[in-house]
């Protein structure tokens, strides 16, 4: 089956750092996904990572170890707007293949206090 | 800027009726998904499509059918609303592009049956 773990909630202040971890168990790998999702609205696209390594985007930034099954969401600068929860999602499938589908985590609440 | 709408937003419907949760995008994306997701809780794939009269059962399709006969439409049916059918409903679409593929979600529907 598919598994994919990542913390519940995490709390942190404005300006702050905070890493999001994520470890992930399934049967085929086609890429990881992070996304972010505002109390009551839908998830949105931050970032995606297919081979080893960082990929940065602004104040977010995201790694991936697929020999550990292992990813992490680095947030700099936290402001308040960050408040929300950060899904990671998991595509199976072969490496390339256009087939494959989203497995996803349940979250992790992030509150960013002033 | 993604293009994908959903109607309703919300619907409270009693037990025993039928109801369909519209979806459509206008960025000509080949791939539609629907999701099924609690408070808190991660996302559930129930039925999602490759192209025009493709569809595929994901992990909670039993009580649900999709259609798929234009591109740009995805309508999802619960034959029979039960109040465990209760929960947000978001609609997702993607397009591969230089090997990366990501979804845009809709802005769900939120169902309660009485």
């Known amino acids: 089956g598919q598994n994919i773990d990542q913390p519940t909630e995490m709390t942190a202040t404005e300006g702050a750092i905070v890493q999001i971890n994520c470890t992930y168990q399934?049967?085929?790998?086609?890429?990881l996904f992070w996304y972010q999702q505002h109390a009551g609205e839908a998830p949105t696209f931050l970032s995606y990572?297919?081979?080893?390594g960082l990929e940065e985007k602004g104040r977010f930034s995201s790694f991936l170890s697929r020999s550990k099954g292992y990813s992490y969401l680095l947030l700099k600068e936290l402001q308040m707007k960050d408040s929300a929860s950060y899904l990671c999602?998991?595509?199976?499938?072969?490496?390339?293949?256009?087939?494959?589908?989203?497995?996803f985590g349940r979250g992790t609440q992030l509150t960013v206090w002033p | 800027e993604a293009d994908i709408y959903q109607t309703p937003r919300y619907l409270v419907i009693g037990t025993g009726k039928k109801i369909t949760l519209e979806c459509s995008q206008t960025m000509g994306h080949d791939k539609m998904y629907w999701y099924q997701q609690d408070p808190g809780m991660e996302l559930h794939l129930i039925h999602y499509s490759y192209g025009v009269n493709s569809t595929e059962k994901g992990d909670l399709s039993s009580e649900s059918t999709v259609s798929r006969i234009r591109t740009e439409h995805f309508p999802l049916t619960l034959e029979s609303a039960r109040p465990s059918h209760t929960s947000q409903y978001l609609c997702?679409?993607?397009?591969?592009?230089?090997?990366?593929?990501?979804?845009?979600f809709g802005p769900g529907t939120r169902l309660l049956v009485l």
């Open positions: 990572n297919v081979l080893d």
């Open positions: 997702a679409s993607s397009i591969q592009t230089s090997g990366e593929e990501t979804q845009y």
């Open positions: 999602a998991v595509r199976d499938g072969d490496r390339g293949s256009t087939l494959g589908r989203l497995y």
């Open positions: 399934t049967s085929g790998f086609n890429g």
